[in-house]
């Protein structure tokens, strides 16, 4: 007797999605391939908070050259515990990195910067990474570690001599990337960035001696009212004669203390 087809009954085949999936009264197995890999899946457990960081860093361009300077402090939370982490890099003869934030991230930035310096050296084809081209690889950087949902938490700063010309970007986090002739991170952003813009604005271009003094009057100023900043410092300064690092320590006067009582 032939089989007669009823429309309301359901009737799977050996290929059918249903079956494959094990509905029903099939005895099939189906794993599911992951999406991620292990290594991929525990990169998402990693902390998203910062936890040993370094303070602000300044950097601004004056007449011939650039100037950056930043503090050696990696504050463990609120803990002033490592006390010698310099955070301005040479990358060659004319292009200079600063980070600020992360220190962890930080160390990673440089390490991927070296090993690409490194290939290009091994490469023998006289090519050298600038100023600019190394602001727009850290902005692929920065920018491919946010679309993974695991961001580098650390502001980059590079500086250097373009074309017989200073130059000057920041990079951040997620990817976003600006030049201008004047740059601060952290808190420097709030407390320095606007008496220095307007110095900077109104007068003359400065020379590397006014611009070494200035610098350092922006590093006493974050020192008196930045909580993580320190007494030491590392000012680099880099101009077409190539690139000069001159280690300082803040000399604060605390004298003006007692006078600054009841002012709130």
């Known amino acids: 007797m032939l089989s007669t087809f009823n429309p309301f009954e359901a009737h799977y085949d050996s290929i059918n999605d249903k079956d ?14 992951p999406l991620e890999t292990e290594a991929e899946r525990n990169i998402r457990t990693r902390t998203v908070t910062p936890i040993v960081t370094g303070s602000s860093v300044a950097a601004f361009v004056f007449n011939g050259g650039v100037i950056l ?6 504050s463990y939370g609120s803990l002033a515990k490592y006390r010698n982490l310099p955070r301005i890099h040479q990358v060659n003869d004319r292009t200079i990195l600063a980070l600020g934030g992360d220190l962890s991230d930080a160390d990673y930035i440089k390490e991927a910067i070296d090993a690409k310096v490194e290939e290009d050296l091994v490469q023998e084809d006289g090519s050298e990474m600038t100023p600019l081209a190394l ?10 570690r946010r679309t993974k949902l695991n961001p580098l938490l650390t502001s980059v700063i590079v500086a250097g001599i373009e074309n017989n010309e200073p130059f000057l970007g920041r990079v951040n986090d997620k990817g976003s990337a600006y030049k201008e002739f004047l740059i601060m991170t952290g808190i420097a952003n709030h407390l320095a960035q606007g008496w220095i ?4 604005e109104n007068s003359n271009q ?3 001696e006014q611009a070494e ?9 974050l020192f ?14 880099v101009t077409k004669e190539g690139v000069e690092f001159k280690a300082k320590e803040v000399q604060p006067d605390w004298s003006l203390a007692p006078g600054l009582r009841d002012t709130e």
């Open 20 to 33: 494959d999936f094990n509905i029903g009264n099939s005895n099939k197995n189906h794993t599911v391939n």
């Open 69 to 74: 300077a930043a503090d050696v402090l990696g």
């Open 135 to 144: 602001y727009s690889w850290c902005t692929r950087l920065m920018y491919h």
């Open 197 to 200: 813009r307007t110095i900077l």
């Open 206 to 208: 400065l020379n590397k």
């Open 213 to 221: 003094h200035l610098m350092d009057r922006i590093i006493k100023q």
């Open 224 to 237: 008196y009212r930045d909580c993580r900043a320190f007494a030491r410092y590392r000012v680099c300064i």
